[in-house]
């Protein structure tokens, strides 16, 4: 039985992965921020004994040598899965509430397994196509994103605003893992994912839906009549199934070629008046919150779209996409049993 540490385990990503391990027979510890999170994760896994879900209190991922007791175990880990990172844009000082959790925690983790945890073989980092985009060449519909591309973002324009912020801690904090692995030499392997906006049902323990995670909040805004008025434009025009992300994770353990590689993990396209007509279409109860038929906005832009290139992570991860509809469908029952 495989031991791995998976950090940031209350979180949307993590807890679909956390799934996908312990029903593959992985024994798992996963970090959290506090003994309550741990209890909320630990109840909706009552037959799962502490040999296979167990918990590592770290308060802050940006200090030093946060991980360090987190990544000694005994049986010692194998692997680690790396998700803890912020994306959210209630943000007052990005160098402290998003640039430093980024880099620090990412570094951090890796400096912590050299030092303290020599039996880990593999690392698996959670990125972002945030790290992928160029945000300054727009649409772009005359390029394909590949692996191969990097966000030229510098530290001096993440300042500029929130959303520069984010984009830069994903990049620089993805560029630092990949550096560590070229300039340290470390026993381990690394696997870096990069999936652009992330929908799929809530498994994770809110308080509230104000603390959904940042990709689902479309859905939700839509199911609560926020888009009645006017679609919003989209943020961007690429998406991916948490759960077939979640398998990826888990997947890039399991794949001796996925060892070292960088991976764009997106299903496909979608805009946001295509989330209004499968909602009015699959919901009948939710029609009378949906914008009128024939309503402007949320298309997908006049002068054409970037490509992206996802066949490396279905060539080596042997990966199928969910299909749109499956995942908004299940993206609003899961919130609509949250609000009942």
């Known amino acids: 039985m495989r031991r791995v540490l998976l950090t940031g385990g209350s979180g949307f990503i993590a807890a679909h992965v956390m799934d996908y391990l312990i029903q593959r027979g992985y024994s798992v510890v996963t970090t959290v921020r506090s003994t309550s999170k741990a209890e909320k994760i630990r109840a909706a896994y009552p037959k799962i004994g502490k040999d296979r879900l167990d918990f590592a209190i770290v308060e802050d991922i940006a200090q030093d040598n946060a991980f360090d007791d987190a990544v000694v175990s005994n049986p010692p880990f194998e692997a680690v899965i790396h998700t803890a990172s912020p994306f959210h844009f209630n943000v007052t000082d990005v160098q402290r509430d998003l640039l430093d959790p980024a880099v620090k925690g990412t570094t951090g983790i890796l400096k912590s397994v050299v030092k303290n945890a020599p039996t880990v073989k593999q690392v698996v980092i959670t990125s972002s196509f945030a790290s992928v985009v160029n945000p300054y060449k727009g649409t772009w519909p005359e390029h394909t994103y590949t692996e191969e591309d990097w966000n030229p973002i510098t530290l001096e324009q993440a300042s500029?605003?929130?959303?520069?912020?984010?984009r830069a801690s994903k990049t620089l904090a993805e560029k630092a893992a990949w550096e560590f692995l070229q300039q340290e030499k470390p026993s381990f392997s690394l696997t870096t994912l990069c999936p652009p906006q992330v929908l799929g049902p809530v498994i994770s323990h809110l308080s509230?839906?104000?603390?959904?995670?940042?990709?689902?909040?479309?859905?939700?805004?839509?199911?609560?009549?926020?888009?009645?008025?006017?679609?919003?434009?989209?943020?961007?025009?690429?998406?991916?199934?948490?759960?077939?992300?979640?398998?990826?994770?888990?997947?890039?353990?399991?794949?001796?070629?996925?060892?070292n590689e960088r991976f764009l993990v997106t299903a496909g396209y979608f805009c946001n008046s295509e989330l209004v007509d499968i909602v009015r279409e699959h919901h009948v109860r939710l029609r009378d919150q949906m914008p009128a038929e024939g309503s402007d906005g949320g298309g997908y832009p006049e002068g054409g779209l970037y490509r992206v290139d996802n066949s490396k992570v279905v060539k080596?991860?042997?990966?199928?996409?969910?299909?749109?509809?499956?995942?908004?469908?299940?993206?609003?029952?899961?919130?609509?049993?949250?609000?009942?």
Not at 160 to 166: K, L, P, Q, T
Not at 237 to 251: K, P, S
Not at 319 to 339: A, E, G, P, Y
Request: hydrophobic share 40%.
């Open 160 to 166: 500029e605003n929130v959303a520069n912020g984010y």
């Open 208 to 259: 509230s839906l104000d603390n959904l995670n940042t990709s689902n909040q479309v859905i939700r805004d839509l199911i609560q009549g926020k888009f009645k008025d006017k679609i919003p434009p989209n943020a961007t025009f690429t998406w991916v199934d948490v759960r077939d992300l979640a398998l990826c994770h888990v997947l890039a353990l399991e794949k001796r070629l996925a060892a």
């Open 316 to 340: 080596i991860m042997g990966i199928s996409w969910r299909r749109l509809s499956d995942t908004v469908m299940d993206t609003v029952k899961s919130l609509q049993n949250f609000q009942s």
